[in-house]
């Protein structure tokens, strides 16, 4: 049974930073896709970053490039997220997911798995 688990979530003045971590089991993230997404109130579920086969790829949103990093522990089996910079708009519940079917990896129906997901709140 797939499990993810996200922490590190928390209140941030703007260009603050936070750093967010999600602990898998039941799958391996080192040979697999993992992605991060975000939520704001009234907004639909957006991914923002995506690592692929143990971090040989990474992939971002336009809207957190150069300020986001996604990163993998092989040997925790954890993916993380370090947000620096971060915006008010940055303001969202943020989910860890795994298992991409395929198609646009932003869009949030194309993965399988997730986590209950981490507050991040930005304050200007």
């Known amino acids: 049974q797939v499990k993810l688990v996200e922490s590190g979530g928390g209140s941030v003045q703007a260009g603050g930073s936070l750093r967010l971590s999600c602990a898998v089991s039941?799958?391996?993230?080192?040979?697999?896709?993992i992605a991060w997404f975000r939520q704001a109130p009234g907004k639909e579920r957006e991914g923002v970053a995506r690592?692929?086969?143990?971090?040989?790829?990474?992939y971002y949103a336009d809207s957190v490039k150069g300020r986001f990093t996604i990163s993998q522990d092989n040997a925790k089996n954890t993916v993380s997220l370090q947000m620096n910079s971060l915006k008010p708009e940055d303001t969202a519940m943020y989910y860890c997911?795994?298992?991409?079917?395929?198609?646009?990896?932003?869009?949030?129906?194309?993965?399988?798995?997730w986590g209950q997901g981490t507050q991040v709140t930005v304050s200007s």
């Open positions: 690592i692929v086969n143990g971090g040989g790829n990474t």
């Open positions: 997911a795994a298992y991409f079917f395929g198609g646009d990896w932003k869009r949030s129906g194309n993965f399988n798995y």
């Open positions: 039941g799958y391996r993230a080192s040979s697999g896709d």
